[in-house]
């Protein structure tokens, strides 16, 4: 078992064991079923998730309130034309992510990775990495693993949890979870894996949670595009060598304390940030009636 960061690094390094390996283990163990069991679970959520990813790239499908629509189609025809700035690989990644938020704010089937809200940061950032290197099943299924592990990890010592502690707590965690888990799938060391999560969550501290009309749509779905690539940023100066001089469980903790220090109006009760600007109430005004 491990509450944090130091505890789980210290059992991997005890056991020899990768991330993904010992959170596999555990999960095994605390729901007495076999790893292969576990495994399996994974793969039937990686399944819906990557439906998810690429149901829209193609194919507008509208939300319900009509705030948000085509734009991972959009995105993606832009990538075909072959004018974009960014590259292919991160722009695949965040058209993945508004593809996958689209489908959650159609009312379609996703898997809250770690919220609904934040759901399209991390499967976008496993496989448009997983594409890139022709990775196989089982690193994908050890990816999520990795990524279920960082994810614990903040639940334990703070919040997921925008209502509690902003957007950092939900994208920001997300991205810190997938910027992990790619480390690992990219051969990076356990110590990679959290630096790239701390620079990622401390790069969006503070971020407030202000979603316009109390609906989880706007500016959400462009947080979980932002988020792919501050991930990807991440992992590449993880991987570079690039040190975060704050270690993980402090950023967490630090996430947590900023988190409890933003005002209500900041914290997913649609009244203040963008949802207090003129548009954000005029738009709740129009589809609300009030």
């Known amino acids: 078992m491990y509450n944090n960061a130091n505890e789980l690094k210290l059992l991997c390094r005890e056991q020899g064991k990768r991330i993904s390996d010992v959170a596999i283990e555990i999960e095994a163990m605390e729901n007495e079923i076999t790893v292969e069991e576990v495994r399996a679970k994974f793969e039937k959520f990686i399944d819906i ?85 022709n990775a ?87 947080r979980n595009a932002i988020g792919v690539v501050n991930a990807l940023l991440c992992v590449d100066l993880a991987l570079a060598g690039i040190k975060s001089f704050v270690p993980f469980d402090e950023v967490v903790a630090a996430m947590y304390e900023v988190g409890k220090s933003l005002p209500c109006e900041l914290r997913e009760t649609g009244l203040g940030g963008l949802a207090g600007t003129p548009t954000g109430i005029a738009i709740r005004k129009k589809i609300f009636g009030k």
């Open 136 to 222: 196989n099943k089982d690193a994908v299924i050890d990816a999520f693993a990795t990524a279920s592990a960082v994810g614990s990890i903040i639940e334990k010592n703070a919040t997921l949890s925008g209502a509690e502690g902003g957007c950092q707590a939900e994208c920001g965690s997300a991205s810190a979870m997938a910027a992990a888990a790619v480390v690992e799938m990219r051969g990076g060391t356990i110590d990679q894996s959290f630096h790239a999560a701390s620079m990622t969550l401390k790069n969006v501290m503070g971020q407030v949670c202000d979603p316009i009309a109390g609906l989880v749509e706007v500016p959400c779905a462009k």
């Open 49 to 133: 998730m990557n439906v998810a990813c690429h149901k829209t790239l193609n194919k507008a499908i509208p939300s319900i309130s009509g705030l948000t629509s085509g734009d991972a189609k959009k995105l993606n025809d832009y990538i075909e034309k072959k004018q974009n700035l960014c590259s292919d690989h991160a722009l695949k990644g965040v058209a993945f992510a508004l593809s996958c938020f689209e489908v959650n704010t159609s009312m379609g089937r996703i898997v809250a990775a770690p919220t609904a809200g934040s759901c399209g940061i991390v499967p976008a950032c496993i496989f448009v990495v997983a594409d890139k290197i």
